[in-house]
């Protein structure tokens, strides 16, 4: 081989590690958790009643044990994992669609505590639209993440404020 190829082996080596550590960061875990959790919440139309059970339960195992979700605006805080899938469920089965807008997001990591904060704005557009509701909310968040058992999960969650019309 000559050492052209060889250094060309090289770079694509150093190349493949470095995307390798980047892939497996914590930064980029947890930004992965957040998208499955969205993604967990979206909805599309003519989903019935199983599969939005089953997609809240879905959203609710992103939550670590015990965890915390408090929402004072809409007089709801809760420790009970059923009764946060319960909620997430009513949510998404009030709405034809869901479709959910991360946005304006900053992480703060605590390496040597394997424990993270995060605050963030999500839109949600579809939701509730058409019961009174806005078609489009937006809220600002704070959610503190904590590693179990390998994977990042959220602990606490408190709705930080409601975003006007517009936000974002």
């Known amino acids: 081989m000559t050492l052209k190829k060889w250094l060309l082996a090289l770079v694509a080596l150093a190349v493949a590690l470095a995307f390798g550590s ?7 875990r947890i930004g992965r958790r957040l998208r499955g959790l969205a993604d ?5 139309p003519g989903e ?3 599969a939005a059970a ?9 939550f670590a044990d015990p965890f915390e979700f408090r929402a004072r605006q809409f007089d709801f805080e809760t420790r009970d994992r059923q009764s946060l899938v319960r909620n997430v469920a009513l949510y998404r089965l009030r709405s034809e669609r ?3 807008q991360i946005f304006d997001r ?3 990591l605590d390496p040597a505590a394997r424990k993270a904060t995060m605050v963030l704005s999500a839109r949600f557009v579809g939701g ?9 909310e937006a809220y600002r968040f704070q959610l503190n993440w904590v590693e179990q058992a390998g ?3 959220i602990e606490y969650v408190d709705l930080l404020a409601i975003l006007p019309p517009g936000s974002g």
């Open 128 to 136: 509730l639209g058409g019961l009174g509701g806005r078609a489009d």
């Open 54 to 62: 089953l997609r809240s339960q879905e959203a609710v195992s992103y």
């Open 106 to 108: 900053r992480l703060d």
């Open 40 to 44: 967990a919440i979206e909805k599309g």
């Open 48 to 50: 019935g009643q199983l």
């Open 98 to 100: 869901i479709a959910v």
């Open 22 to 28: 980047w892939w497996s960061g914590d930064r980029q």
């Open 151 to 153: 994977a990042w999960k």
